[in-house]
C-alpha cells in the first residue's frame, strides 16, 4: 500500500516533468498560435520566427507595471521593442493571453475572459493560426495557406521594417504610419509621426500633431528632392512608387546589417545599424538632420544654407525680405516676396535656380511623360503656376511639376540639390540668377578671371567689400539674437528643449569663491587662451577657463565655444556648466574631468597601463561616435579642427570627452571643403589638404581621428615617434606593417594579454582608411563606427597622407586639462616622404 502510494507519487512528479519539458520545448521551437496553443504572460512565454530572429511575448516597458504584448530581436542583447499589439489598451495584471479564434482572429484576452484588443478580418477560415515570420511580420492565415486575414506589416507602431509599405492604399482607404510611442515607459500613440503624403507630388513628412516639422522633399527617381542627409549607402535602399491605387514609401536591405528606422517619443527618425562589437545601436541616418531642416524655417522664398550660421537664412535672388525690420532680427517666418511685381498679361519669364531642396509640393501638379519645354508652357500659360521642374532626374530628366503656390522649405544642398524655374517679372530677366547668399563671390570670381579691364576689377572689388561689409554687419546684428534664440529653443525642431540649450551666466564673485580667489593652488592647466582652475561649484567639481585679458584671438575662440558647445549635447563631448562675463573677465565652466587627457595616459610608460585594451577600444568607439556626433546628427554640422589626444577627455570612468571647440567651424554636409589663409591645429594631426593647401572639410576632422587611433593602439605619439630601422613617422611605420601584413606588431606592448587580436587589427585597418592621402577615399565617421563594430570583410587602406616634419622647432604643451595649443600662424611646410 505504502509502496504502491510511492511508485504513484513518483510516476506523477515524473509526469509533470516530462510535460513541462514537452511544453519547454514547445515554447522555444513555435513560431505559431493556434486555437488551441496560447501566448500566455506569467510563464515565460514566447513564440520566436522560425530563422531565430524575432522574438514575441509579454512585456513591460521600463519601471511600468503595466503589460504589453511586443515583438522584439531575439538575438539582440538591449532589449529593442519593435512592435507592440495593445498599445493603447495594456493590461494591469499577469493574466492576460493571446488566442486565435474563429472566423480568423487574435485576440488579447484579460484573466476574465474579456477582449481587450483583437485583429479584423473580412474572410473566415476553418483552421486559422497567427505566425510570426523572420521579416517581423505577425500574420495571421489559414493554416497551410499562403494569403494572410491581418498582418501586423499593415499596422506598424514607431518601427518601419524594411520592406513594409509607409503611405496610402487608396482600394482600401488605409494608411500605414509611424507613430511614436508616449515615453519610453508608455507605447501609446505620441505626438509624433512619419508618414508619406499624397497630395500633390509624393513626400514624406515628420509631423508634431497636424504641424509639419520635416519634409524629405519629393521623389525624383532616384532619392528624395534635396534631403541633406540620404546619403548613399550599401545596406539599404528605397523608393517611392506612385500608382492609381497606391502611394507608399519603402526601404529594404541590401546586406545582412540589422537596422530599422525608428520614430522616437521625442521626433527624432532614426535609421539604426546594430553594431556587434559594441552591443548598441549606432544611428546611421537621424531625420531632421540640422537647423536647416526645420519646416519652412526661412518662409515662403528664402532659402536656408547652414554655412551662414548664425544668418541661417537668405531670400532667393531676385526676391527681398517681406519685412526687413523682422528679417534682421533673425525672424524668418515672413520669408521674402519678389524684387519686381509680376504682371501676367506683360509676359512674365522664368528663372533658373540651382542646388536647392525643391520647395513643398503639396500644392502641386505633376505629369510625368511631359518634356521640360512642355512643363515650361503649361506653367507660363497658367498665371497662378510659380515655378516648374522635372519630376524626374534620371536619364537627363523627363516629366513636368508643377508648383501653384508660393515656394516654401527651400534650402541650399551643395550635392544632391536640384534645379528649377522660378516665375519672376519680365525685367528682371535681364542676368541669371545669383545663388542666394553665401555664392556671391562666385559672379565676381568670374569677372575677375576674364577681366575686361582693370576699372572693372576694381569697381567690382569695391562692391564685393561693400556687400560683405554688409554681410558682416548682418552677422554681428544677429549674433546677439542669436543667443536669445538658442536660449529660447526657437532653432530646435521639438521647442521643449529651452532648458537644454540654457547656457547660466554666472557672477565673477561665485566663481572667484568657487576657485578659492583663482588660487595657484587649483591651477591645473594653462593654454593658448589663459590659465584653467579647478573648482567647486554647488557640490559638483569644475574647471574653469579664464580668458587672459590680452587675448584677441582667444576671444574669438571664446565666443566660438559659447555657440557650439552649448547646443551639443552628447556624452563623448564635454559639458559646458555655465560661463561669466564681467567687465574684462570672460570664463568658460566646464564639467571637471579627474582623469585629465588621454595623452598622459597613452604616451606615458607607467600610466598606459591603466588603459587595457577593452578600455582603449571603448576609447576609440565613443570619440568616433561623438565626432559622428558633431558631423552629422548634431543641429549644427560642425569641423572640430584640432582633434587629438590632449583634446581628448577623461571622466572617473575612462570614458572619454571631445573638448575644445576654440578652432571649430560650422560646416554644410561632408562635401563642402573650405579654404583658409590660417591654418590652426596641431602638428602631426593635420591632414595634408588641410597643411599644404588650408582646406578643410569633415575628412581633416576623419584624418586627424585616425592619428589617434594609431596612437591609441599604439601608444605611441605620432610627432615623437622614431624607429630604429627607418625615419617615418608612426604613420609611416603603421602603413609598412600593414603592407606587410604585421600591423598586429603596432600594439603597445604593454597590452598584448588584454587585447581581441581581431579589434585591434580592425582598429588599425580603420585608422588607416582615416589617414589617407584623398579625403574623397576616407571614410565618413557613420561609416568609421559601422566598420568598428561590424565583423565583416574591411576595404584595403590606400597609402596614407604620411609625411616626416622638417620642422622640429614646434611648440612644446603641457598635457593639463583644458590646455589649449599655442597654434602657429604661417602654414605648415609639409614633405612627402616618397
Ligand atoms: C545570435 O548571436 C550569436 C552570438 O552573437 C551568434 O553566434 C548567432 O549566430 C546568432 N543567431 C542568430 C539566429 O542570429
Ligand atoms: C478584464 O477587463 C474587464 C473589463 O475592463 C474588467 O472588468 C476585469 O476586471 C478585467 N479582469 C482582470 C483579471 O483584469
Ligand atoms: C476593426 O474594425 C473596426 C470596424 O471596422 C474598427 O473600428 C477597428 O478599429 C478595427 N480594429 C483593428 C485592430 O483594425
Ligand atoms: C523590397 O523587397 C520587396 C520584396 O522582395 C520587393 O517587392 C520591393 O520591390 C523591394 N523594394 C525596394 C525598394 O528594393
Ligand atoms: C508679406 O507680409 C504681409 C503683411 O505682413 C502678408 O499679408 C503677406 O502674406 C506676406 N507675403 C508673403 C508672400 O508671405
Ligand atoms: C500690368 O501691365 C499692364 C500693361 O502695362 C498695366 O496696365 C497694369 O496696371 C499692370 N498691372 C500691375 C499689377 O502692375
Ligand atoms: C501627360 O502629358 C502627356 C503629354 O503631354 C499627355 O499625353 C497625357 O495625357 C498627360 N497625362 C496626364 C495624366 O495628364
Ligand atoms: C491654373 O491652375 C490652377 C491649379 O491647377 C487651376 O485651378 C486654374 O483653373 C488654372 N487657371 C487657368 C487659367 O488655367
Not at 59 to 74: A, D, E, H, I, L
Not at 312 to 318: F, P, Q, V
Not at 440 to 448: P, Q, S
Request: hydrophobic share 35%; aromatic share 10%; charged share 20%.
Amino acid at each position: 500500500m505504502k509502496d504502491l502510494l510511492k511508485e504513484n507519487v513518483f510516476s506523477y512528479i515524473f509526469m509533470l516533468m516530462f510535460l513541462s519539458s514537452i511544453r519547454k520545448c514547445f515554447g522555444v521551437t513555435s513560431d505559431t498560435i493556434t486555437t488551441t496553443h496560447f501566448l500566455k504572460d506569467g510563464e515565460d512565454n514566447v513564440i520566436v520566427s522560425r530563422g531565430g530572429t524575432f522574438e514575441m511575448g509579454f512585456f513591460s516597458p521600463g519601471n511600468s507595471k503595466n503589460r504589453y504584448v511586443g515583438m522584439w530581436y531575439k538575438n539582440i542583447s538591449v532589449r529593442t521593442v519593435v512592435w507592440v499589439a495593445n498599445r493603447e489598451v495594456p493590461l494591469t495584471s499577469r493574466t492576460g493571453s493571446l488566442k486565435v479564434i474563429e472566423p480568423g482572429i487574435l485576440v488579447l484576452v484579460n484573466g476574465t475572459n474579456i477582449v481587450v484588443w483583437s485583429t479584423n478580418t473580412s474572410r473566415s477560415v476553418q483552421n486559422p493560426i497567427a505566425q510570426l515570420l523572420d521579416s517581423g511580420n505577425l500574420v495571421v492565415k489559414q493554416a497551410g495557406d499562403g494569403s494572410f486575414l491581418w498582418q501586423s506589416f499593415d499596422h506598424p507602431t514607431n518601427t518601419l521594417f524594411p520592406g513594409v509599405k509607409l503611405g496610402w492604399n487608396f482600394v482600401t482607404g488605409r494608411e500605414v504610419y509611424l507613430s511614436s510611442w508616449k515615453n519610453e515607459e508608455d507605447p501609446a500613440p505620441g505626438d509624433y509621426t512619419y508618414r508619406c503624403d499624397p497630395s500633390g507630388y509624393p513626400q514624406n513628412f515628420l509631423k508634431k500633431g497636424s504641424t509639419a516639422i520635416y519634409r524629405s522633399g519629393p521623389w525624383n527617381g532616384l532619392r528624395f528632392g534635396g534631403a541633406t542627409n540620404s546619403r548613399y549607402s550599401t545596406f539599404y535602399k528605397y523608393v517611392v512608387v506612385s500608382t492609381n491605387t497606391e502611394v507608399y514609401f519603402q526601404y529594404n536591405l541590401t546586406s545582412t546589417v540589422i537596422a530599422m528606422l525608428i520614430l522616437n517619443p521625442n521626433g527624432v527618425a532614426q535609421l539604426l545599424t546594430w553594431g556587434d562589437g559594441e552591443q548598441a545601436w549606432v544611428p546611421f541616418l537621424v531625420l531632421p538632420g540640422d537647423n536647416c531642416d526645420t519646416y519652412k524655417l526661412c518662409g515662403s522664398y528664402g532659402s536656408c544654407n547652414s554655412n551662414d550660421f548664425p544668418v541661417l537664412c537668405g531670400c532667393l535672388d531676385k526676391f527681398v525680405p517681406n519685412n526687413s525690420e523682422a528679417w534682421n532680427k533673425a525672424d524668418w517666418s515672413g520669408g521674402c516676396v519678389r524684387r519686381t511685381q509680376l504682371n501676367c498679361s506683360q509676359g512674365d519669364v522664368f528663372l533658373k535656380y540651382s542646388q536647392l531642396k525643391l520647395p513643398d509640393t503639396r500644392n502641386s501638379w505633376s505629369n510625368v511623360t511631359m518634356t521640360l519645354e512642355e512643363c515650361k508652357n503649361m506653367c507660363s500659360k497658367n498665371c497662378s503656376c510659380m515655378a516648374y521642374s522635372n519630376a524626374d532626374i534620371r536619364d537627363g530628366g523627363s516629366g513636368c511639376l508643377l508648383w501653384f503656390n508660393d515656394l516654401l522649405d527651400i534650402r541650399q544642398v551643395p550635392k544632391g540639390g536640384l534645379d528649377f524655374y522660378i516665375r519672376v517679372a519680365a525685367s528682371e530677366s535681364d542676368d541669371s540668377p545669383e545663388q542666394s547668399n553665401g555664392k556671391k563671390g562666385k559672379a565676381l570670381i568670374w569677372i575677375l578671371a576674364s577681366s575686361v579691364g582693370v576699372i572693372l576689377v576694381i569697381l567690382s572689388m569695391l562692391i564685393y567689400h561693400r556687400r560683405r561689409k554688409k554681410v558682416l554687419e548682418r552677422k554681428k546684428k544677429v549674433q546677439t539674437n542669436l543667443l536669445h534664440l538658442l536660449l529660447a529653443g526657437r532653432l530646435g525642431h521639438t521647442g521643449n528643449c529651452a532648458e537644454e540649450f540654457e547656457i547660466p551666466l554666472f557672477d565673477l564673485s561665485t566663481i572667484a569663491k568657487a576657485t578659492n580667489n583663482f588660487s595657484v593652488d587649483v591651477k591645473i592647466g594653462e593654454g593658448g587662451f589663459g590659465p584653467v582652475y579647478k573648482g567647486m561649484l554647488e557640490g559638483q567639481e569644475i574647471a574653469v577657463k579664464r580668458l587672459s585679458r590680452t587675448s584677441t584671438q582667444g576671444e574669438n575662440e571664446f565666443m566660438n565655444e559659447v555657440l557650439y558647445i552649448a547646443k551639443l549635447q552628447h556624452r563623448n563631448l564635454v559639458k559646458i556648466i555655465g560661463c561669466c562675463i564681467e567687465g574684462e573677465e570672460k570664463m568658460l565652466i566646464y564639467e571637471y574631468m579627474p582623469n585629465g587627457s588621454l595623452d598622459s595616459f597613452i604616451f606615458d610608460d607607467t600610466q598606459n597601463k591603466l588603459l587595457d585594451w577593452p578600455k582603449r577600444f571603448h576609447i576609440i568607439n565613443s570619440i568616433a561616435r561623438g565626432i559622428m556626433y558633431l558631423h552629422q546628427d548634431s543641429q549644427l554640422r560642425i569641423i572640430h579642427r584640432d582633434l587629438k589626444a590632449n583634446n581628448i577627455l577623461l571622466d572617473k570612468d575612462m570614458n572619454p570627452k571631445i573638448s575644445d571647440f576654440g578652432l571649430a567651424k560650422i560646416c554644410e554636409e561632408d562635401v563642402i571643403e573650405a579654404k583658409t589663409s590660417r591654418v590652426v591645429g596641431t602638428r602631426g594631426y593635420l591632414s595634408p589638404e588641410y597643411a599644404l593647401q588650408g582646406l578643410y572639410s569633415v575628412k581633416s576632422d576623419v584624418f586627424s581621428f585616425g592619428i589617434l587611433v594609431l596612437e591609441i593602439v599604439s601608444g605611441k605619439s605620432n610627432r615623437r615617434f622614431s624607429h630604429p630601422d627607418h625615419y617615418v613617422n608612426l604613420l609611416g611605420h603603421a602603413w609598412k606593417t600593414y603592407k606587410e601584413g604585421r600591423s598586429i606588431e603596432l600594439l603597445d606592448e604593454c597590452l598584448s594579454d588584454t587585447c581581441s587580436r581581431s579589434e585591434v587589427v580592425r582598429s588599425i585597418c580603420v585608422g588607416l582608411l582615416c589617414v589617407q592621402q584623398c579625403p574623397e577615399d576616407r571614410p565618413s565617421m557613420s561609416s568609421v563606427v559601422f566598420l568598428l563594430n561590424n565583423e565583416g570583410v574591411l576595404p584595403q587602406a590606400k597609402p596614407p597622407g604620411f609625411y616626416i616634419e622638417r620642422n622640429t622647432n614646434e611648440v612644446e604643451f603641457s598635457s593639463n586639462q583644458h590646455a589649449n595649443v599655442t597654434v602657429s600662424e604661417t602654414p605648415i611646410t609639409i614633405l612627402d616622404v616618397r
